[in-house]
């Protein structure tokens, strides 16, 4: 192959963003492993409050390890996090980000509540920096496929989605509850597959293993012109399930997120489009440095995290009063 001529292998190192992670347990060491995989970004160290686990995620990558993202943040190289540390914790780090100048991806729930996560989208717009939530499953092809069906109508008339998202899972640090942890991604689903807010929500909750936080959820979401979905999550079952079924007038699509296979049926047929299997961290990652760095428009941003947190808030409050809660 022709050597790329100087000036261009430049212009290609110069398009490297600098990235760094706070919170580096289960899932912020995926974070750092995409960042060091991904061509457009340049992981410059990590940050973990446990030193120990610092050392040995940062020696893994082969960068600078961190136990206080106040001193990380000092190097001007970095300039975007992400930030997957406790659920409950999120926000502080963010803020101090944001604080920072730097641009942010803030791992699902985003905030502990609304008010933390609204305080979290204004630090970011008054300081012109992107603001990401890390709801993955946007990424997925097969969910992509069916937003766009329903905004073409291939289905007909939207009439209700489902979607399931339940596994066993052990009660580890246990600062939030299967809605904010689990059901969130759905809440996002469903916002992105009917580019509304729900008017209602209903939902039955509870504790059956996990002690502080419940284990089980079910909701239902209606909306004005009369469509509905529905989310079950629980922590619960033996097996793993995380599935979508779309009802259109016309026609379903269901979607298995485990094996991102898509099956769309109607009266006469059933077909099964082809797509590449991709790793929806990667993609949302790459997106959230193209972003940064091609001030393009992202894909989602603060706003979708705070209308899904309201939603979830509602969700609690509706198992807790045991009634319906009207949406603005
Ligand atoms: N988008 C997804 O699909 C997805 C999947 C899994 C987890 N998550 C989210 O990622 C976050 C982390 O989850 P996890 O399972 O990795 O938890 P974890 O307990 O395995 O890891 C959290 C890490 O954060 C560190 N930490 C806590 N406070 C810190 C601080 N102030 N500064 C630096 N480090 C700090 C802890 O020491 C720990 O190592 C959660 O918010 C969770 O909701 C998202």
Known sequence: MKPLPKL???????????????????????????????????????????????????????????????????????????????????????????????????EKPMAADVKQAERLLKTAQNNGLHLTVGFLTRFIPGLQHIQHAIARKEIGELVCATAIRVTQWPERIGDVGVIKDTAIHDIDVMQ???????????????????????????????????????????????????????????????LDYMTQELLIEDAKAAVQPRFAIVEPLKLELQHFAECVTEKKKPLLTGIDGIKALKIAEAIIKSSAKNKVIKLE
């Not at 995926?30 to 995620?57: F, G, M, V």
């Not at 993202?69 to 190289?77: C, G, P, V």
């Not at 929500?201 to 909701?219: I, L, P, S």
């Open 192 to 254: 992105y597959l009917t580019g509304e807010n729900p008017t209602a929500v209903f939902a039955k909750t509870g504790n059956m293993k996990h002690r502080t936080f419940e284990d089980y959820a079910h909701v239902m979401l209606t909306y004005k012109d009369g469509k509905s979905a529905f989310i079950e999550s629980n922590w619960l079952t033996p097996y793993k399930t995380r599935t979508l079924t779309v009802t259109g007038s016309d026609a379903i699509m269901k």
């Open 8 to 106: 261009k292998l430049e212009r290609m190192r110069t398009k490297k963003i600098g990235v760094a992670v706070i919170g580096t347990g289960f899932w912020g060491k995926n974070h750092a492993k995409a960042y060091k995989e991904i061509e457009s970004t340049n992981l410059i160290a990590i940050c973990d409050k446990n030193a120990d686990r610092a050392k040995i995620i940062a020696d893994q990558f082969g960068v600078k390890a961190y136990t206080d993202s106040k001193q990380m943040l000092k190097n001007k190289e970095i300039e975007a996090v992400s930030v997957c540390t406790w659920s409950t914790v999120l926000a502080n780090e963010a803020l101090i980000a944001l604080q920072a100048g730097r641009h942010v991806l803030v």
